[in-house]
């Protein structure tokens, strides 16, 4: 079975249009069906068809509801009244043509359908018919050949492209009734295989699928359904996924905070030594200073703030206000003492003076 995309079908591909304008001259022997893709084609760009006077004219229909190389918002010719149909020169609605006429490759839609036509009709999405008509080898017929009885087969090799490059698709169409197909050999309507049975076309298979093992496979439209336990494998990989991060990126950061804290405490205890020192400095300096010039030191000696240290005392009454780690010294030693102090562990210090 070939992936549809890779077939090269007209309806999927950009219309192939000539380049002449409305008016331009065209050939209307140029007029033909693209080699590989089947492709309708004129000298006359894709909103203009090429007449029987040789000029390119204004098409009079579509087929298509968003018909290609209209500019947005222009005119477009009106699409083909119930029994009627456009061709794909697209000049002028036509009506449905009768068994044994002349129709146009795969417009199964330009003929005529047959009386039983609700018996006759492909519901299966296949493409086999059109409302029990087809047109085969570019005659109309009717889908109603029965079982082992003497059919007409019509294949067209379309050029298809896939992984391993070009290749020939081979499209056989018949008619038979829908549930059979028409054996290219005996020309007789067989029975449609049933999964797994042999075959060597997908025509055979009712699931339209010929794997490349020789078998009939399930259908290729059918679509694929997963266990629930796939869901579940999913979701706990999503979700396993994410909360694995999370707690990969805690633990790392937890490591590289417990880190940070260290630096913090060794960088405070060795403030905190320097600090002791400062304090057990000052203390001898006092000592070494009272015992010199006795009180005649306080006279001369100035506050922080430029103030006479006589007034410093009103500084320490704010001590309260300040942070529990700011606080001024209130110890005998203040009128010495130059201001704020950080003291992080004031209990430490009473013990200490
Ligand atoms: C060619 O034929 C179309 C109708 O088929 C007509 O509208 C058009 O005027 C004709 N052009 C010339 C140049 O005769
Ligand atoms: C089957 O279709 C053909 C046209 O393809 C028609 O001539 C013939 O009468 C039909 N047979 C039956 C039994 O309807």
Redesign the pocket.
């Known amino acids: 079975m070939l992936p549809l995309p890779f077939l090269f079908l007209a309806s999927y591909t950009l219309v192939n249009a000539g380049s002449a304008n409305k008016?331009d001259p065209c050939n209307q022997k140029d007029s033909r069906l693209q080699t590989g893709t089947f492709q309708f084609f004129s000298d006359c760009n894709s909103v203009t068809y090429c007449?029987?006077?040789n000029?390119c004219?204004l098409k009079g229909c579509r087929r298509d509801e968003f018909p290609f190389g209209y500019e947005k918002g222009s005119h477009l010719p009106d699409k083909c009244p119930a029994g009627q149909f456009c061709p794909d020169e697209a000049?002028e609605c036509q009506d449905l043509l009768p068994v044994d006429s002349a129709c146009q490759l795969n417009r199964d839609d330009e003929c005529a359908p047959p009386p039983n036509a609700d018996q006759l009709r492909d519901t299966t999405n296949r493409g086999l018919n059109v409302d029990g008509a087809v047109c085969l080898n570019n005659v109309c017929m009717w889908a109603n050949v029965t079982a082992d009885q003497t059919c007409v087969v019509e294949n067209t090799g379309y050029i298809a492209y896939g992984a391993s490059g070009e290749f020939i698709d081979i499209v056989s169409r018949g008619n038979c009734i829908v549930g059979l197909y028409c054996d290219a050999v005996s020309k007789q309507c067989k029975q449609e295989k049933a999964l797994g049975e042999a075959c060597t076309a997908d025509k055979e298979c009712s699931s339209w699928n010929c794997l490349a093992s020789g078998t009939c496979g399930v259908d290729t439209s059918v679509p694929k359904h997963v266990g629930t336990g796939v869901y579940v494998a999913v979701g706990v990989g999503i979700f396993g996924g994410i909360f694995g991060t999370l707690l990969g990126l805690f633990f790392l950061h937890r490591r590289q905070r417990d880190q940070e804290r260290e630096k913090r405490m060794q960088y405070w205890r060795e403030q905190n030594a320097f600090h002791q020192n400062l304090l057990q400095m000052r203390q001898t300096a006092r000592a070494s200073i009272l015992s010199l010039n006795g009180n005649s030191a306080r006279s001369t000696m100035y506050g922080r703030d430029g103030l006479p240290s006589d007034e410093a005392p009103i500084l320490q009454h704010a001590a309260p206000k300040g942070s529990g780690l700011r606080h001024y010294l209130g110890d005998d030693s203040s009128e010495y003492d130059d201001g704020m102090m950080m003291e992080p562990t004031p209990r430490r210090e009473n013990e200490r003076f």
């Open positions: 008016g007449a029987a006077n000029t004219v000049d």
